[in-house]
């Protein structure tokens, strides 16, 4: 099928990232839910926030996100990705997290996520590599749409330790 692997975002995939990130499907997914201009996304790259950010590739394919950061303040590496709408619901999203895994695990033995609890096909590829959900970190809750109801959303904190198994 293919090997999976992941290259540092550059200049040259702002306008996608951007595309992907504003697209309704991606959108209702992430804490901050304000379209992205082009303008400010230049910005942020400028500022050096795409550093914590790779491109995901099968082959020489770009498929999808993933977002690998150390944190200092909590001694463990934040993690994170997603799909490009184009590449969802083939099977691809458990071998891509596998790398951002190998990733992560390259800054730190502790990884963690956030994630809502009601995307339920993330939850699912996050468990399977043992991350747990964080009972000490509280839930937040964001008000998201579904059926056209405003509700509020579990957004929980999901880690993987050193003496977690899988992956």
Not at 35 to 50: D, L, V
Request: a positive charge; glycine letters at 8%; aromatic letters at 12%.
């Amino acid at each position: 099928m293919g090997l999976i692997s992941l290259r540092q975002l550059t200049g040259n995939d702002l306008e996608k990232v951007r595309l992907h990130r504003n697209a309704p499907e991606t959108n209702h997914w992430l804490e901050n839910q304000r379209p992205i201009s082009a303008e400010s996304q230049a910005k942020w790259f400028r500022h050096g926030g795409h550093k914590s950010f790779r491109i995901i590739m099968l082959g020489d394919e770009d498929i999808g996100l993933a977002r690998v950061k150390f944190n200092e303040q909590l001694h463990c590496t934040s993690v994170g990705m997603d799909i490009f709408k184009e590449h969802r619901g083939v099977g691809l999203g458990k071998r891509a997290f596998r790398e951002v895994i190998r990733e992560g695990a390259k800054y730190s033995r502790i990884l963690d996520l956030w994630v809502f609890w009601s995307n339920v096909a993330a939850v699912k590829i996050y468990m399977s590599y043992w991350f747990e959900v964080d009972t000490a970190s509280p839930a937040i809750h964001y008000p998201r749409y579904a059926n056209h109801q405003l509700g509020f959303y579990p957004y929980v904190r999901m880690t993987k330790s050193p003496d977690s198994s899988g992956g």
